[in-house]
């Protein structure tokens, strides 16, 4: 199973949104909080090229923010890029 990284702020409701979706599947996270650890904040920048939070990875590969997040999900995609 591909891992699952969120990058993502205290007081973002998106943030929430994409964990409770995925916490929903029974999908573990790797949770990075850029407000607790601001030097990922860079990391975050270098990877998706994007400051909005959150910003979702599964694998190497770049989903978005909560909205592609939800949309992947709703066409079915989600569950197979976890497989």
Do not use: W
């Amino acid at each position: 199973m591909n891992n699952v990284t969120l990058y993502t702020t205290d007081t973002c409701p998106y943030c929430h949104s994409a964990k409770s979706l995925l916490a929903a599947k029974g999908i573990a996270i790797h949770e990075i909080n850029i407000q607790r650890e601001p030097g990922k904040l860079e990391e975050m920048l270098e990877r998706s090229g994007r400051r909005s939070v959150p910003q979702i990875f599964i694998g190497d590969s770049h989903i978005g923010g909560f909205d592609d997040l939800a949309k992947l999900d709703r066409q079915g995609g989600l569950m197979l890029m976890l497989a």
